[in-house]
């Protein structure tokens, strides 16, 4: 289970307490007035609340700006100017926007110990990739550092939880390199279709070999992206206009809005099979990273063209190798690598039927511009006390509402994982209902968080998003999934003490690879439900099945015929494969008819083991589900 990116039992605060004994007076030449006072979306824990009481050293720290001295004096109200460090080259159209509400540091190339040193002098750092903003430099910050930006996608240098202990919000660039890193996936396309880097490095040797370096067409010809997020959909749309047919495989993208510029969601295995050309732009996660393998390049077409914009990790560099040596592959265009730069003698790098480019995917003026423009505005607003829609952690949240909710955020989240396991088929999620039963009334019960760890659950596990209470809401928007929340009154027996009953959750209009989870019969939802049972998570319903099952470890249903035998003969295959039960229950309708068998395992079994399961008599379905 990924961990909870709020620390539990602490408020997430923004910002430093103010000292309201202390006054300070100030002689600021060039202080401004542009940062107002935050608005009320982040409160009196926002950034830049207690700005006037700012802690003497602070300023004593950077004399040639501000010269301090602390009296039992009413103060003067000026507001200081904070302190942006920008740690890697930023275009002029962000510095501009930075410099226009405070003072901006350039200083690139900083070594880790130079960076450690110049920070708690810092309101703010925007980074690229290059700089690692570690625990250390967080620690280092002593609580002054309020915003890290990242001008980029990847937060991969960034160390989110230390951010959120320390109270510092951060943000990225999710979407001005998108057409970039489109056009490049095109570029090298092209590139590999008609073998331009391979003539070029032939006619500059002196050799004229027209024939050699023949070429294939792209019109008529099948690319599967994979991976149809803003990346995949606009590599989608501009090999539409070179003629090509396009499928593409996501497991979570909306099937209307693939159909809507003319684009077939496929199956992961059909994709492999019918494409000419294979796009990759998908995130790197632990369900993707080496994904292509040696069992993916045997299912593919023999002479499948390779592009990877992506992440290097998710192929597996041995592999491609070999299948570039045999044939299966007939090249590869290859911008990410899974080390970076890659080293001298990576044998992938030297495949003469391989064409590299350094990571060049955002890498055009117009995207380095829109970049310093997102990122730049992104770190303003946040500095303003304003929540930005590409924040990445977690603003203050209050440690009671923390505390009382800790066991739910645990079961909001698995309940997510759950529900999206058993979604089949490639329409994608779009309509989730979430019902809390509560003895409370609405307003004394805060399910933000709540929502925003089912939107975790079921959004993680199939993307790179990072999901908190900042942009969860966001993020369920912008992949087209509507959240809708009810309030059912608890019956006798509940208190007011205890938040929550039981949190549910049905996923609307979709399959489901497990037809006992279906609640209402047909293509209608898929619906689990869970409690919380002795401190910890439990699952107290699977479609209309009621079972009570600990959500640790992770979870296998069977659907079965209730007859004497069966729990016996799955519990003797588990254990004959090595895989320990931590628990068992069986709901059923009614004797001797159907039941749900829900098993509890510490470890995963194998695809014989599971085979077997499947291969006894009375066992009509299962699901092995990852918790």
């Not at 202080?31 to 009196?44: A, E, Q, T, V, Y």
């Not at 309101?123 to 690692?132: E, F, G, L, P």
């Not at 698995?414 to 019902?435: E, F």
Request: aromatic letters at 4%; one cysteine or more.
């Amino acid at each position: 289970m990924a961990a909870v990116p709020f620390p539990a039992g602490s408020a997430v605060n923004l910002a430093p307490e103010a000292s309201p004994a202390a006054s300070i007076s100030l002689v600021v030449p060039s202080c401004s007035r542009n940062l107002r006072s935050p608005r009320h979306f982040l409160g009196r824990g926002s950034l830049l609340h207690s700005y006037r009481e700012r802690r003497p050293a602070a300023f004593r720290s950077n004399a040639a700006r501000a010269e301090v001295s602390v009296r039992s004096q009413q103060p003067l109200d000026v507001t200081p100017r904070p302190t942006v460090l920008v740690a890697e080259k930023l275009g002029e159209a962000g510095l501009d926007l930075l410099r226009k509400v405070a003072n901006v540091d350039c200083s690139y190339n900083l070594s880790p110990e130079e960076l450690l040193a110049k920070i708690s002098l810092c309101d703010a750092v925007i980074v690229r990739s290059a700089t690692k903003v570690t625990k250390e430099v967080f620690e280092a910050a002593n609580g002054r550092l309020k915003v890290v930006g990242r001008a980029g996608v990847g937060i991969d240098n960034v160390n989110l939880q230390a951010a959120t202990e320390k109270g510092c919000l951060v943000v990225n660039a999710p979407t001005a390199n998108t057409v970039a890193a489109a056009e490049h996936a095109i570029a090298l396309l092209a590139a590999l279709a008609r073998n331009v880097a391979q003539a070029n490095a032939s006619v500059k040797s002196g050799k004229w070999q027209r024939s050699k370096y023949t070429g294939v067409s792209l019109v008529d010809k099948t690319i599967a992206v994979m991976g149809f997020g803003k990346v995949g959909s606009e590599v989608a749309r501009r090999a539409k206009g070179l003629g090509m047919h396009v499928i593409a495989h996501d497991p979570y993208a909306p099937a209307d809005r693939a159909r809507a510029i003319g684009v077939e969601l496929v199956g992961f295995d059909e994709a492999l099979a019918r494409a000419d050309y294979i796009s990759l732009h998908m995130p790197l996660t632990d369900d993707t990273r080496g994904i292509f393998n040696d069992e993916t390049f045997a299912k593919v077409k023999k002479g499948v063209r390779i592009i990877n914009v992506a992440r290097g990790g998710v192929i597996d560099d041995a592999a491609l190798i070999k299948a570039l040596d045999n044939g299966t592959v007939a090249q590869a265009a290859l911008d990410v690598f899974e080390q970076e730069p890659p080293a001298k003698d990576n044998k992938v790098v030297q495949h003469e039927n391989v064409i590299v480019t350094p990571h060049l995917g955002a890498s055009t003026v117009e995207a380095q511009e829109g970049v310093a423009v997102e990122i730049a505005e992104a770190v303003v607003g946040a500095l303003r006390g304003e929540l930005s829609a590409t924040a990445v952690n977690a603003p203050m949240v209050s440690s009671k509402v923390l505390t009382e909710l800790a066991p739910y955020v645990s079961l909001a989240e698995k309940l997510g994982k759950l529900a999206v396991q058993l979604v089949a088929g490639g329409g994608g999620v779009k309509d989730v209902t979430i019902s809390y039963t509560s003895a409370r009334s609405p307003d004394d019960l805060d399910t933000r968080l709540l929502r925003a760890m089912i939107v975790k659950g079921l959004v993680e596990p199939v993307s790179n998003a990072f999901i908190n209470l900042v942009n969860a809401d966001y993020v369920a928007k912008h992949r087209g999934i509507r959240i809708s929340e009810e309030r059912h009154p608890a019956e006798g027996g509940s208190t007011q003490a205890q938040p929550l009953e039981s949190i549910a959750v049905k996923i609307s209009n979709v399959e489901s690879k497990f037809s006992s989870a279906v609640s209402d019969g047909g293509r209608v939802a898929v619906a689990v439900a869970g409690r919380i049972k002795d401190g910890l998570p439990h699952l107290s319903q699977v479609g209309q099945f009621s079972m009570d099952v600990s959500l640790e470890g992770s979870v296998i249903l069977c659907k079965q015929v209730d007859q004497p035998g069966i729990i016996g003969k799955v519990g003797g295959l588990l254990g004959d494969g090595n895989v320990n039960v931590s628990f068992m229950s069986v709901g059923r309708t009614s004797p001797r008819k159907q039941a749900v068998m829900a098993i509890g395992v510490d470890e995963e079994p194998s695809k014989e083991v599971l085979h077997r399961i499947g291969a006894i008599p009375a066992v009509e379905e299962f699901v092995f589900l990852k918790l």
